[in-house]
């Protein structure tokens, strides 16, 4: 039994990274060797994407997870029995309609996996939401943690390994991911507490995962500093476009600084900044056609790129509409949580891209052969792809040419904007 959910375990896991790859455009891991550990262990990571944060943990961790899951997922009988295979469900106050939370049972069943030198994926916020801050981190990683180790004197060497998922776009098709796994956070340091004092150890150990996860991520402390370091990060990224590596560094920078300024010059820089993304928005233009429109001028020879390539991209576009379209339809159709629309269009597109692919292809067999359906189905993948790069090219063309035309016919405004730009720079760039 056990030989066979490994073998389907990482059948999904090979689907997984195929699908991913398509949605994400790039996936960038920091320290990927911190989750090629042996023995026992937790890996935790923040959770603003729904079900994609355990399968973008799951892809770059080589070893089976469990993962902890929402007991209202099992509410389903075969449903149920097949996520009991890799899922251990945990009740929160919605799952159990007024009855006290009764987690005993999914405690052993944890303590007992770690026990036998499992790995196990758990989400510590506990619930999931669109935004770049950690969360308040619950104490149930650290109280299972502490208990598997306990009940072997501490000798178990488990690990807790934390990940920072950062989206460009969560979203979004072909935005970016940055995996940044931390170091590993032994137990061993916490037994003497824990034999003396269980809960406030247990406490304890919360806090420091919660400040481990908070060093992985862009943990602002408000809403209004996440959107300030966002516009920065658009300025810097306009001005020296950096690898996401390289720019995760940089924007950790940006946040601690802006972290140490005083009240009054944290509040003049964010007014500015405000002022100036707001003038840009009222003129309907982008940061990065508007610095580039600055000493550059627009491109006309691209018109040439487009005309060639616009048969490609309507027949990339038009034999790859269903299999792609159809799952964002239905995501957007249902009104489902925000949050859910990345998971079901790549697990849409995990049913809908191959079943059309095949349909299709069966018909330009039955009409052109067999060795035309061959050629046409290896054209789809790479000619889709053709067809979205087309787009975007073309989105940016406009965009740019907007700015070009307000830098005409309307100097004025482009001139106070580039001055308020000058300023904002001359203010950043001698600390980034």
């Known amino acids: 039994m056990k030989f066979l959910a490994d073998l389907l375990y990482f059948f999904l896991r090979s689907l997984?990274?195929?699908?991913?790859?398509?949605?994400?455009?790039?996936?960038?891991?920091?320290?990927?060797?911190?989750?090629?550990?042996?023995?026992?262990?937790?890996?935790?990571?923040?959770?603003?994407?729904?079900?994609?944060?355990?399968?973008?943990?799951?892809?770059?961790?080589?070893?089976?997870?469990?993962?902890?899951?929402?007991?209202?997922?099992?509410?389903?009988?075969?449903?149920?029995?097949?996520?009991?295979?890799?899922?251990?469900?945990?009740?929160?106050?919605?799952?159990?309609?007024?009855?006290r939370i009764n987690n005993t049972d999914s405690f052993a069943r944890a303590d007992e996996h770690l026990a036998k030198g499992g790995v196990i994926y758990i989400a510590p916020e506990g619930t999931s939401n669109i935004e770049r801050r950690l969360r308040q981190v619950k104490t149930g990683t650290a109280r299972i943690a502490l208990s598997a180790e306990s009940k072997e004197n501490f000798d178990l060497g488990l690990k807790i390994i934390p990940v920072g998922l950062t989206y460009t776009a969560p979203k979004d098709f072909r935005s970016e991911v940055l995996v940044n796994v931390g170091a590993p956070i032994e137990l061993k340091q916490y037994e003497k507490d824990y034999q003396e004092k269980p809960f406030p150890t247990a406490k304890k150990l919360t806090k420091d995962l919660q400040k481990h996860m908070e060093s992985l991520v862009f943990h602002t402390e408000t809403e209004e500093m996440d959107t300030l370091l966002l516009q920065i990060q658009t300025l810097l990224q306009s001005q020296a476009k950096q690898d996401p590596g390289p720019h995760f560094q940089r924007s950790e920078k940006v946040l601690k600084w802006l972290k140490s300024l005083d009240e009054t010059t944290y509040s003049k820089l964010a007014q500015k900044v405000k002022d100036y993304f707001s003038k840009l928005e009222s003129a309907g233009l982008k940061e990065d056609s508007f610095f580039s429109s600055i000493n550059e001028k627009l491109n006309w020879s691209k018109w040439i790129g487009f005309i060639l390539g616009f048969p490609f991209f309507v027949y990339g576009w038009l034999n790859n509409l269903l299999g792609f379209g159809i799952p964002g339809w239905i995501a957007h159709r249902l009104k489902i949580y925000h949050g859910y629309i990345p998971a079901a269009k790549t697990l849409g597109g995990l049913i809908f891209i191959p079943l059309f692919y095949f349909i299709q292809t069966k018909i330009v067999a039955r009409f052109a052969g067999v060795n035309i359906a061959w050629v046409y189905l290896l054209s789809l993948l790479p000619l889709g792809w053709l067809a979205w790069k087309y787009r975007q090219s073309w989105l940016q063309w406009i965009s740019d040419r907007k700015a070009q035309r307000v830098k005409k016919e309307n100097p004025e405004l482009f001139q106070q904007l580039m001055e308020q730009r000058e300023v904002l720079m001359a203010a950043l760039q001698p600390h980034f």
Do not use: W
């Open 16 to 99: 997984v990274v195929i699908s991913y790859r398509i949605f994400y455009s790039k996936t960038t891991v920091l320290h990927p060797e911190r989750l090629r550990f042996k023995g026992p262990g937790i890996v935790v990571s923040n959770h603003p994407s729904t079900l994609m944060d355990p399968l973008n943990v799951g892809i770059q961790t080589p070893r089976r997870l469990s993962f902890l899951a929402n007991a209202g997922l099992f509410g389903n009988p075969a449903f149920a029995a097949f996520l009991k295979v890799y899922c251990i469900p945990v009740e929160r106050p919605k799952d159990v309609n007024g009855r």
